[in-house]
T-cell receptor, first 113, second 114 residues
Framework: KQEVTQIPAALSVPEGENLVLNCSFTDSAIYNLQWFRQDPGKGLTSLLLIQSSQREQTSGRLNASLDKSSGRSTLYIAASQPGDSATYLCAAATPGATNKLIFGTGTLLAVQP | NAGVTQTPKFQVLKTGQSMTLQCAQDMNHEYMSWYRQDPGMGLRLIHYSVGAGITDQGEVPNGYNVSRSTTEDFPLRLLSAAPSQTSVYFC?????????????FGPGTRLTVL
């Protein structure tokens, strides 16, 4: 059974710092790994999608990597800003009857001005 | 495109009441699903649909019904609300049942059952 873990659960950094959020998964048989952002009281916004055949994806100041063999993905945020404060969720698309997303419980990021 | 829309945004029910959470998408996506989000438990799949007329159960289907009469709409019905159903509900869609497609989420419905 696929399990997705995100560590740390919460992170506070000063503005301008580069940071890495971690996501690990137990079953390497995934279609893809998707990173989402969730603002308080809001829905999920898709940030990056890495297919299982890819190693990384980039969008602006965000870079996500995927290492299936070790069961890890990282989300790198460059030059963090207070507007980056949110909860970041990763989800593994897992083959099976439902082809569903298995979510981690998220990392709550606070960027201090 | 409006993407995935959900109504209502907030709802308070009494135990035993029934209601329907609405979800619609305008991206012509085949696959739609409902998740609930609870503190410390992440998002869990309730029901999903791979196309009009086809639905199936996810991880936590008890107490919920769904139907898919059109490609665009995927309502979630609470038959007899219980306090354990207090949660935030998200509808999601993707282009097809293939797990390789990007998934898009609606803004959520925050439900409280008293």
């Amino acid at each position: 059974k696929q399990e997705v873990t995100q560590i740390p659960a919460a992170l506070s950094v000063p503005e301008g710092e580069n940071l890495v959020l971690n996501c690990s998964f137990t079953d390497s048989a995934i279609y893809n790994l998707q990173w989402f952002r969730q603002d308080p009281g809001k829905g999920l916004t898709s940030l990056l999608l890495i297919q299982s055949s890819q190693r990384e994806q980039t969008s602006g100041r965000l870079n996500a990597s995927l290492d299936k063999s070790s069961g890890r993905s990282t989300l790198y945020i460059a030059a963090s800003q207070p507007g980056d404060s949110a909860t970041y969720l990763c989800a593994a698309a897992t083959p099976g009857a439902t082809n569903k997303l298995i979510f981690g419980t998220g990392t709550l990021l606070a960027v201090q001005p | 495109n409006a993407g995935v829309t959900q109504t209502p945004k907030f709802q308070v029910l009494k135990t035993g009441q029934s209601m329907t959470l609405q979800c619609a998408q305008d991206m012509n996506h085949e696959y739609m699903s409902w998740y609930r989000q609870d503190p410390g438990m992440g998002l869990r799949l309730i029901h999903y649909s791979v196309g009009a007329g086809i639905t199936d159960q996810g991880e936590v289907p008890n107490g919920y019904n769904v139907s898919r009469s059109t490609t665009e709409d995927f309502p979630l019905r609470l038959l007899s609300a219980a306090p354990s159903q207090t949660s935030v509900y998200f509808c999601a869609s993707r282009r097809s049942a293939s797990g390789s497609n990007e998934q898009f989420f609606g803004p959520g419905t925050r439900l409280t059952v008293l």
